[in-house]
């Protein structure tokens, strides 16, 4: 198990309540569609956030994750199909091509890509609509400023710049904050949501000294939305 599938797994429980940016993302995503597709593809689609903001008839659903344990909170119907895959692995892509879907959509899932660029270039292929939502490295942007570090996510432009090879698509970048009580509990936050993909963000002393200097009472988020019709 990779440390960013084991993270999701061991917090899978209560990703549920804390999701509440990755449901403003889903929610996005949802209203961005112009029709009501019937036959979706859900990648990274954990416990189920996108199925249950759908408000029309679903025909065929296929959520797709690498964590058994999110797959397990997952809504169960008998027009979902819920399939343990990787998307990291180019058969999963063979595989998907093989059927006929209406829309393709994937939130807060692809920022953790070992390569996002053959990601983008498998799904274009598919020739699908699709609807992705990809945190960029301005999430955390005033922490990793305050420790010193380097985002680990790609920027925005160097995203935009890779789907743009493969795909004619739309693109938007939304930036949103959490607001938290305490620094403590933002610092949990991060752990826990997922947000930081099971990758060490920071490490002991930098972390105790953000936790004397941050200078807000919020957190940063930065997503950008590709659509392609
Ligand atoms: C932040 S959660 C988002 C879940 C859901 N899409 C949502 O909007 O709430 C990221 C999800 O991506 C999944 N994930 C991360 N890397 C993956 C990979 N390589 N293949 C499949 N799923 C992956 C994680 O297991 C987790 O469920």
Same mark, same amino acid.
């Given at each position: 198990m990779s440390s960013a599938c084991h993270e999701?797994?061991? &917090? /899978?429980?209560? &990703?549920? @309540? #804390?999701?509440?940016?990755? #449901?403003? =993302?889903a929610k996005k995503l949802i209203a961005s569609t112009p029709n009501q597709p019937k036959q979706i593809v859900d990648l990274g689609c954990g416990n189920g956030t996108l199925y249950s903001l759908i408000d029309w008839e679903v025909e065929h659903f296929v959520g797709i994750d690498f964590s058994a344990q999110m797959l397990e909170h997952h809504p169960l119907s008998p027009n979902? $199909?819920?399939i343990?895959?990787?998307?990291?692995?180019? /058969? +999963?892509?063979?595989?998907?091509?093989?059927?006929?879907? $209406?829309?393709?959509? @994937?939130?807060?899932?692809?920022?953790? /890509?070992?390569d996002l660029e053959s990601v983008l !270039?498998?799904?274009a292929s598919l020739n699908t609509p699709i609807s992705l939502a990809i945190f960029t490295s301005g999430t955390f942007k005033t +922490?990793? $400023?305050?420790?010193?570090?380097?985002?680990?996510?790609?920027? @925005?432009? $160097?995203?935009?710049? *890779? /789907?743009e090879k493969y795909m004619d698509a739309r693109f938007e970048v939304l930036h949103t904050t959490l607001e938290f009580d305490s620094v403590r509990? *933002?610092?949990? &936050?991060? !752990? #826990?949501?997922?947000? @930081?993909?099971? #990758?060490? =963000? %920071?490490? &002991?002393?930098?972390? !105790?000294?953000? *936790?004397?200097?941050?200078?807000?009472?919020? +957190?940063?988020?930065?997503? %950008?939305?590709?659509? !392609?019709?």
């Open positions: 999701f797994s061991r &917090y /899978a429980a209560e &990703y549920g @309540s #804390r999701n509440v940016i990755q #449901r403003l =993302v979902v $199909e819920l343990l895959g990787d998307f990291n692995d180019p /058969a +999963l892509f063979e595989t998907l091509s093989a059927e006929c879907f $209406e829309h393709i959509y @994937s939130a807060s899932a692809l920022q953790w /890509a070992d !270039k498998s799904l +922490l990793h $400023e305050c420790a010193g570090v380097t985002p680990l996510l790609r920027s @925005s432009d $160097e995203v935009i710049a *890779m /789907a509990e *933002m610092f949990r &936050y991060i !752990k #826990r949501s997922g947000v @930081s993909g099971g #990758r060490r =963000v %920071l490490n &002991y002393a930098q972390t !105790k000294q953000l *936790m004397e200097f941050y200078p807000l009472n919020y +957190l940063e988020f930065e997503v %950008l939305f590709i659509l !392609k019709s």
